[in-house]
């Protein structure tokens, strides 16, 4: 009996007893788990592995498996079987992430199933470069940048009305379409809002915390 | 048309079907065939019979084909051995193919297949992938090292692999050098004591330059190992801190909590004076907080991370405290593990705020939510002295809802008030009592017997009400029963004319009736105590209790401190060591903070620096658990002569006869060990005479440097070592190194308490050794030990003990006792504290 064979009876016998854990062991072997939908996606580890890796890693790759299939669910994944295996294969080395780039892995590993004839595929220079998130010599007719702003805004308040926390958490989501690979500033402007709201410009709005994509240069930001 | 219909084949002859679609000339058939199998394989049906047609079709030019052919190798390889030799020689030709991905898959393949004959062959091909022109192919080719050494660890080292692992640090390309770092911390995890990491300033510049340009994944690796060097000094330290703070900004919250792993540690080096402490601290606060915007799984990992970091240092996150609030779709183990970090953050400042929320907490619908929040009520009246009155009047509000989980667990709560402040809230008690008939769970009747008990002089009807209780003695569970029999104690020490006949039966319910040992023991003290000397037994019982500490579920220091070395695994999230959950020795490398090294100010802590080990290194401990150390476990050693020896040659005979029978059973064969009253100790303080004695003869000077001059003499003495870890001594911590000062010799300790209880009693044995070394007078720890005091101690050692030839040769075992256990270490002590400084060799 194989170990993952351990999980579901595992998962089910805790589920029963109302003892859920998000970590569960059997004989040694620890399981770290998400469930997507109504599937599991289960690492396995024997070792005091980094928890937070294994967690993010099993998120990225549903989001990489809904990219391919649009759906992730049950039966995408034995449509795909093929292509799991081979983005499998990508994703991961002897336990180690490698590349997790749904952009880059399309360019070469394609949802047909490629035919790639000898002496003319090559690695693309992108899976291994510092900039592992485009790749090089794009070309577009028009360039254009589209910019998507998603709030997400949390508001505690007691019985009494009074507000405890609140707090937005933004994402700015660009699709550039810019040709060749340069170098992005974005600035926030809060002047433009206050001026039309005619409210002071004493108070600028305070990011607490920001996190970036892979692609910001964290260093230079930070100098900044 | 979709992969899903290689599933559903389940005719009769199916593996003679596929076998001769494997050998079809027309290549879609043959691919749609390998399909197939591997279809059958993931569904774990047993397709290894058709292992020498699928190998055929591994010499193919589509990438795809060759994909499968592969992972079908990689499953069936070890159940067909002498087969996966044929497969050798296309993976060694596919090495050589002009396409990269060919080369680096091949090379991925060949070392997933754990077959020891494969392996030989994959030597050599590796060796040029590991120089391969293509970065793609390097990277593979560095996992792949680790891969080998999984299998054959003595194959990598004997063919030079891991010489060429260390090189691609240095490597031109990010991703190569991240996985080589990867793999090069895998192995060496195996290899706790090689230095295959051999960080060093240049290496680690090396890795904070990668760090910038490699993948998320890669920055993690690098990060990890990062945590495991030990900067040289303050201004290391700080440089690196530098350079990995920009990383508290990435989006992968695994990559943040990494970089909080490192500056964790490495702020432990910082002076708190510095600016630059301050600005961290201060810095570290924003990422933390964001990681709870992050999915519920990485959500739950970074709490019980902070969970550690507001216990190492509260100050980071004291003024967050509403980010902890919970949130109505809150997963609830991420709302159990926020509750408990709310309760370490409460202060005075916010209490009033944090007892609004629990008191709104306990009206939820979760049982074991509300549960943990009225026991957080009560956590915080023990914490926050001032809130104290209020949290007790929330709890009775809480009582009057008569939900029945909600009253229960209010009562065992309010029990440790009245431990905490005792006297001060008793009118309560009557609506306590009020409730008495609804509970039902052992832990609240025991604490409602334990408060009926407590102040039964003050409750008219204390006796009916613990009457109640005893019609079904033999139904309740032990520690109901327990708390009735010392509560009818106390309430016959109080009201002794109305409660005999009570006292009577639960004594003889308790002795006669029952099977478990420790109530019939416990009941029979009782008895007897009553029965010989009832003004003792009430002085016994009776007696003024300690009150209960602020913070009862403090993780141990030392734990914490190593567990901060694991922050973001396993260990971090269960609270324990990984040697506790991770099965064998492998990868369980005790590591500990590093001691603070400061580069400018070397005179400022001259007792830290040097005391502790290299982070990292195993500590020497007994390293054979044979014999020797059972006879040392059966020595019950007594408690030391307290106050200073009386007489001279009484001394040592007291010791003996205080250290007990054992000493027999360790000196047995050579009992003119005993008989001999040779050295003995003055207290330190009646000796600073004879300071200037140089050579002198006689006893006196011989423990002149108790003294503490140690100079005199000029002898060579090694910096302290750390010979007891806290970890292994339940947080006695033992450091210490040999010195010879003008013919004498000692063995100077430093005894640290690293545990949350004072310890007392302290006493110190050797094992026989090989030059019959042995303690010259009792240790001597005058005072108790708080809690992170330290303490220097001097003990003279003679040559007279029990000789016994050790491996090696200047090993000693020492065992040491205090009031919480026996301790035992090894230790080697350098040869030259035994030579004579006049040069002649002595006769033993």
Same mark, same amino acid.
């Given at each position: 009996m194989s170990t993952i064979e351990h999980f579901m009876p595992l998962l089910m016998q805790r589920e029963e007893e109302g003892a859920l854990t998000l970590l569960l062991s059997h004989g040694g072997v620890h399981f770290l788990w998400i469930k997507y939908s109504n599937l599991y996606l289960v690492a396995t580890t024997l070792k005091n592995v980094n928890a937070s890796l294994v967690y993010s890693f099993l998120y990225k790759t549903v989001e990489i498996f809904s990219e391919y299939f649009k759906e992730l669910e049950e039966e995408s994944i034995q449509d795909n079987s093929v292509i799991i295996y081979e983005l499998l294969d990508e994703l991961m080395d002897f336990s180690f992430p490698q590349t997790t780039d749904s952009k880059i892995l399309q360019e070469y590993i394609t949802q047909q199933g490629n035919k790639l004839e000898v002496g003319k595929s090559r690695v693309l220079p992108t899976v291994t470069s510092a900039v592992s998130w485009c790749s090089e010599g794009a070309r577009y007719k028009k360039n254009e940048v589209f910019i998507d702003v998603i709030e997400l805004v949390n508001l505690l308040v007691n019985a009494n009305g009074s507000v405890l926390l609140s707090e937005i958490v933004g994402t700015i989501k660009p699709k550039v379409f810019l040709s060749g690979m340069p170098e992005l500033q974005l600035g926030l402007n809060d002047h433009v809002l206050f001026e039309i709201t005619g409210q002071s410009k004493n108070k600028p709005v305070e990011l607490e915390d920001v996190k970036f994509h892979q692609c910001a240069w964290l260093s230079r930001f930070n100098n900044d | 048309m979709t992969d899903s219909k290689y599933f559903t084949t389940t005719k009769k002859g199916e593996i003679f079907e596929l076998k001769a679609e494997l050998n079809s000339d027309k290549k879609e058939k043959k691919k749609e065939a390998v399909k197939k199998v591997i279809a059958s394989m993931t569904v774990g049906k047993d397709v290894s019979a058709l292992f020498p047609d699928v190998v055929n079709c591994m010499q193919t030019d589509n990438l795809e084909l060759k994909k499968l052919v592969y992972l079908y190798l990689m499953n069936y390889a070890k159940s067909q051995p002498d087969m996966a030799i044929m497969a050798v020689n296309t993976f060694v030709k596919d090495c050589e193919d002009p396409n990269p991905l060919i080369r680096a898959l091949a090379v991925r393949t060949m070392g997933c297949i754990r077959v020891d004959k494969i392996t030989e062959y994959l030597c050599e091909p590796l060796r040029k992938c590991l120089k391969d022109e293509d970065p793609y192919v390097r990277k593979t080719a560095a996992v792949c090292v680790a891969k080998l050494h999984d299998i054959n660890a003595q194959l990598v080292e004997d063919q030079g692999f891991l010489d060429t692992l260390k090189d691609l640090i240095s490597d031109s390309n990010p991703m190569v050098v991240a996985n080589a770092v990867a793999a090069l911390s895998e192995i060496a995890e195996s290899h706790p004591s090689s230095n295959l990491l051999d960080l060093n300033p240049q290496s680690i510049n090396k890795l904070l330059t990668a760090l910038n340009e490699c993948t998320e994944w890669g920055q993690i690796f690098i990060l990890d190992c990062l945590a495991n060097y030990t900067p040289k000094d303050d201004r290391e330290a700080q440089s690196i801190c530098e350079r990995v703070t920009p990383r508290l900004s990435h989006a992968n919250s695994a990559v943040v909590l990494s970089a909080v792993k490192v500056l964790m540690k490495f702020m432990e080096? $910082? &002076? *708190? =004076? #510095?600016d630059y402490y301050g600005t961290l601290l201060k810095k570290l606060a924003p990422p933390l907080v964001t990681l #709870? &915007?992050?999915?519920p799984e990485l959500q739950y990992v970074a709490l019980r991370n902070i969970n550690l970091i507001v216990q190492k240092r509260p100050e980071i996150l004291k003024h967050e405290m509403k980010v902890f609030f919970v949130k109505y779709n809150d997963p609830i183990y991420v709302k159990l593990e926020k509750l408990d970090i709310m309760i370490r953050l409460a202060s005075q400042a916010n209490i009033a705020q944090v007892l609004a929320e629990l008191k709104e907490y306990a009206t939820e619908v979760d049982v074991d939510f509300v549960r943990k929040a009225v026991r957080a009520i009560g956590r915080c009246a023990i914490k926050v002295e001032q809130s104290a009155e209020r949290c007790v009047s929330t709890l009775l509000d809480l009582i009057q809802t008569k939900v029945n989980y909600v009253v229960q667990e209010a009562i065992v709560v309010i029990k440790d008030i009245f431990r905490k402040y005792?006297? *001060?809230?008793?009118?309560v008690i009557a609506t306590l009592c009020e409730n $008495? =008939?609804? $509970? =039902?769970e052992p832990e609240a009747r025991a604490a409602m017997i334990w408060i009926v008990g407590e102040y039964a002089e003050r409750i008219d009807n204390a006796d009916e009400l613990l009457e109640s209780f005893l019609e079904g003695f033999h139904d309740e569970s032990t520690q109901v029963q327990l708390q009735l029999l010392t509560a009818i104690v106390k309430l016959f020490l109080k009201k002794p004319t109305e409660t005999q006949e009570l006292v009577q039966q639960v004594l003889s319910l308790a002795t006669q009736d029952s099977d478990n040992p420790d109530l019939r023991d416990r009941g029979y003290i009782y008895w007897r105590l009553l029965s010989t000397d009832p003004v003792a037994a009430k002085e016994v019982v009776l007696a003024e209790k300690p009150l209960i500490s602020e913070e009862t579920d403090l993780i141990e220091p030392t734990l914490l401190d190593e567990l901060i070395c694991y922050i973001g695994t396993l260990a971090s999230v269960y609270h324990k060591p990984p040697s506790a959950f991770v099965e064998g020795g492998r990868g369980v490398v005790h590591k500990s903070l590093p001691p603070r090294t400061a580069s400018s100010e070397s005179t400022e802590s001259p007792e830290m620096a040097p005391a502790g080990a290299p982070p990292g290194e195993q500590l020497d401990v007994i390293p054979t658990q044979g014999d020797l150390l059972g006879d040392l476990l059966n020595l019950d050693l007594g408690p030391p002569v307290s106050g200073p020896p009386l007489a001279t040659s009484s001394v040592q005979m007291g010791a003996v006869d205080l250290l007990g029978g054992g000493l027999d059973s360790l000196m047995g064969d050579e009992p003119e060990g005993i008989g001999a009253p040779n050295f003995v100790a003055p207290p330190a303080a009646t000796v600073p005479a004879n300071l200037g004695a140089p050579m002198g003869s006689g006893l006196s000077d011989l423990f002149d440097l108790t003294s503490g001059?140690?100079? $005199? &003499?000029g002898s060579y003495v090694a910096p302290k070592a750390v010979w007891l870890p806290a970890m292994k001594a339940k947080g006695l911590e033992i450091s210490g190194t040999f010195t010879r000062q003008v013919g004498s010799i000692s063995m100077d300790l430093q005894l640290t308490n690293k545990a949350l209880q004072v310890m007392t009693d302290f006493a110190i044995q050797f094992n026989r050794n090989s030059f019959g070394l042995a303690p010259a007078a009792p240790l001597q720890v005058h005072a108790p030990l708080s809690p992170n005091q330290t303490v220097e101690i001097s003990l003279p050692l003679n040559t007279v003990g029990s000789v016994m030839k050790m491996e090696p040769l200047n090993n000693l075992q020492v065992a040491v006792k205090n009031n919480i256990d026996v301790f035992y270490f090894s230790t080697l002590y350098p040869l030259h504290i035994l030579f004579v400084e006049d040069g002649k060799m002595g006769e033993s």
């Amino acid at each position: 009996m194989s170990t993952i064979e351990h999980f579901m009876p595992l998962l089910m016998q805790r589920e029963e007893e109302g003892a859920l854990t998000l970590l569960l062991s059997h004989g040694g072997v620890h399981f770290l788990w998400i469930k997507y939908s109504n599937l599991y996606l289960v690492a396995t580890t024997l070792k005091n592995v980094n928890a937070s890796l294994v967690y993010s890693f099993l998120y990225k790759t549903v989001e990489i498996f809904s990219e391919y299939f649009k759906e992730l669910e049950e039966e995408s994944i034995q449509d795909n079987s093929v292509i799991i295996y081979e983005l499998l294969d990508e994703l991961m080395d002897f336990s180690f992430p490698q590349t997790t780039d749904s952009k880059i892995l399309q360019e070469y590993i394609t949802q047909q199933g490629n035919k790639l004839e000898v002496g003319k595929s090559r690695v693309l220079p992108t899976v291994t470069s510092a900039v592992s998130w485009c790749s090089e010599g794009a070309r577009y007719k028009k360039n254009e940048v589209f910019i998507d702003v998603i709030e997400l805004v949390n508001l505690l308040v007691n019985a009494n009305g009074s507000v405890l926390l609140s707090e937005i958490v933004g994402t700015i989501k660009p699709k550039v379409f810019l040709s060749g690979m340069p170098e992005l500033q974005l600035g926030l402007n809060d002047h433009v809002l206050f001026e039309i709201t005619g409210q002071s410009k004493n108070k600028p709005v305070e990011l607490e915390d920001v996190k970036f994509h892979q692609c910001a240069w964290l260093s230079r930001f930070n100098n900044d | 048309m979709t992969d899903s219909k290689y599933f559903t084949t389940t005719k009769k002859g199916e593996i003679f079907e596929l076998k001769a679609e494997l050998n079809s000339d027309k290549k879609e058939k043959k691919k749609e065939a390998v399909k197939k199998v591997i279809a059958s394989m993931t569904v774990g049906k047993d397709v290894s019979a058709l292992f020498p047609d699928v190998v055929n079709c591994m010499q193919t030019d589509n990438l795809e084909l060759k994909k499968l052919v592969y992972l079908y190798l990689m499953n069936y390889a070890k159940s067909q051995p002498d087969m996966a030799i044929m497969a050798v020689n296309t993976f060694v030709k596919d090495c050589e193919d002009p396409n990269p991905l060919i080369r680096a898959l091949a090379v991925r393949t060949m070392g997933c297949i754990r077959v020891d004959k494969i392996t030989e062959y994959l030597c050599e091909p590796l060796r040029k992938c590991l120089k391969d022109e293509d970065p793609y192919v390097r990277k593979t080719a560095a996992v792949c090292v680790a891969k080998l050494h999984d299998i054959n660890a003595q194959l990598v080292e004997d063919q030079g692999f891991l010489d060429t692992l260390k090189d691609l640090i240095s490597d031109s390309n990010p991703m190569v050098v991240a996985n080589a770092v990867a793999a090069l911390s895998e192995i060496a995890e195996s290899h706790p004591s090689s230095n295959l990491l051999d960080l060093n300033p240049q290496s680690i510049n090396k890795l904070l330059t990668a760090l910038n340009e490699c993948t998320e994944w890669g920055q993690i690796f690098i990060l990890d190992c990062l945590a495991n060097y030990t900067p040289k000094d303050d201004r290391e330290a700080q440089s690196i801190c530098e350079r990995v703070t920009p990383r508290l900004s990435h989006a992968n919250s695994a990559v943040v909590l990494s970089a909080v792993k490192v500056l964790m540690k490495f702020m432990e080096m $910082l &002076s *708190k =004076d #510095l600016d630059y402490y301050g600005t961290l601290l201060k810095k570290l606060a924003p990422p933390l907080v964001t990681l #709870l &915007s992050a999915e519920p799984e990485l959500q739950y990992v970074a709490l019980r991370n902070i969970n550690l970091i507001v216990q190492k240092r509260p100050e980071i996150l004291k003024h967050e405290m509403k980010v902890f609030f919970v949130k109505y779709n809150d997963p609830i183990y991420v709302k159990l593990e926020k509750l408990d970090i709310m309760i370490r953050l409460a202060s005075q400042a916010n209490i009033a705020q944090v007892l609004a929320e629990l008191k709104e907490y306990a009206t939820e619908v979760d049982v074991d939510f509300v549960r943990k929040a009225v026991r957080a009520i009560g956590r915080c009246a023990i914490k926050v002295e001032q809130s104290a009155e209020r949290c007790v009047s929330t709890l009775l509000d809480l009582i009057q809802t008569k939900v029945n989980y909600v009253v229960q667990e209010a009562i065992v709560v309010i029990k440790d008030i009245f431990r905490k402040y005792p006297n *001060k809230y008793e009118s309560v008690i009557a609506t306590l009592c009020e409730n $008495l =008939d609804s $509970l =039902d769970e052992p832990e609240a009747r025991a604490a409602m017997i334990w408060i009926v008990g407590e102040y039964a002089e003050r409750i008219d009807n204390a006796d009916e009400l613990l009457e109640s209780f005893l019609e079904g003695f033999h139904d309740e569970s032990t520690q109901v029963q327990l708390q009735l029999l010392t509560a009818i104690v106390k309430l016959f020490l109080k009201k002794p004319t109305e409660t005999q006949e009570l006292v009577q039966q639960v004594l003889s319910l308790a002795t006669q009736d029952s099977d478990n040992p420790d109530l019939r023991d416990r009941g029979y003290i009782y008895w007897r105590l009553l029965s010989t000397d009832p003004v003792a037994a009430k002085e016994v019982v009776l007696a003024e209790k300690p009150l209960i500490s602020e913070e009862t579920d403090l993780i141990e220091p030392t734990l914490l401190d190593e567990l901060i070395c694991y922050i973001g695994t396993l260990a971090s999230v269960y609270h324990k060591p990984p040697s506790a959950f991770v099965e064998g020795g492998r990868g369980v490398v005790h590591k500990s903070l590093p001691p603070r090294t400061a580069s400018s100010e070397s005179t400022e802590s001259p007792e830290m620096a040097p005391a502790g080990a290299p982070p990292g290194e195993q500590l020497d401990v007994i390293p054979t658990q044979g014999d020797l150390l059972g006879d040392l476990l059966n020595l019950d050693l007594g408690p030391p002569v307290s106050g200073p020896p009386l007489a001279t040659s009484s001394v040592q005979m007291g010791a003996v006869d205080l250290l007990g029978g054992g000493l027999d059973s360790l000196m047995g064969d050579e009992p003119e060990g005993i008989g001999a009253p040779n050295f003995v100790a003055p207290p330190a303080a009646t000796v600073p005479a004879n300071l200037g004695a140089p050579m002198g003869s006689g006893l006196s000077d011989l423990f002149d440097l108790t003294s503490g001059v140690g100079t $005199l &003499s000029g002898s060579y003495v090694a910096p302290k070592a750390v010979w007891l870890p806290a970890m292994k001594a339940k947080g006695l911590e033992i450091s210490g190194t040999f010195t010879r000062q003008v013919g004498s010799i000692s063995m100077d300790l430093q005894l640290t308490n690293k545990a949350l209880q004072v310890m007392t009693d302290f006493a110190i044995q050797f094992n026989r050794n090989s030059f019959g070394l042995a303690p010259a007078a009792p240790l001597q720890v005058h005072a108790p030990l708080s809690p992170n005091q330290t303490v220097e101690i001097s003990l003279p050692l003679n040559t007279v003990g029990s000789v016994m030839k050790m491996e090696p040769l200047n090993n000693l075992q020492v065992a040491v006792k205090n009031n919480i256990d026996v301790f035992y270490f090894s230790t080697l002590y350098p040869l030259h504290i035994l030579f004579v400084e006049d040069g002649k060799m002595g006769e033993s």
